[in-house]
């Protein structure tokens, strides 16, 4: 992406923020500059977060027997299931 693309985004991020969360838009923004600025970031998709989230609780669940159950929760098939809990997905 060029340099001025990147303020607009940047300047978009903002805006987004400050709909969001008011007055604690700068700060966020701050936050974040101090964390990463100078580096360059590739943010996850969202769907990726999601399948993150729901394998940590698939783990949290599991008890060592319930491979069916939590297929069936959370529907998917026994074996990705298994995956998740080996840690392979």
């Known amino acids: ?3 001025g ?19 604690l838009a700068p700060q966020i923004i701050e936050t974040m500059v101090i964390c990463l ?17 729901r394998d940590h609780r ?11 159950e939590l297929a069936i929760k959370y529907r998917l098939s026994v074996r990705h299931v298994r995956n998740i809990v080996k840690g392979e997905s």
């Open 37 to 53: 600025g100078g580096s360059r970031v590739t943010f996850p998709d969202v769907e990726f977060l999601y399948r993150q989230e």
């Open 5 to 23: 693309e990147n303020k607009e985004v940047i300047a978009d991020l903002f805006d987004q923020l400050h709909t969001e969360f008011g007055k």
């Open 1 to 3: 992406m060029p340099r």
């Open 58 to 68: 698939i783990a949290i669940e599991f008890n060592g027997v319930n491979y069916d």
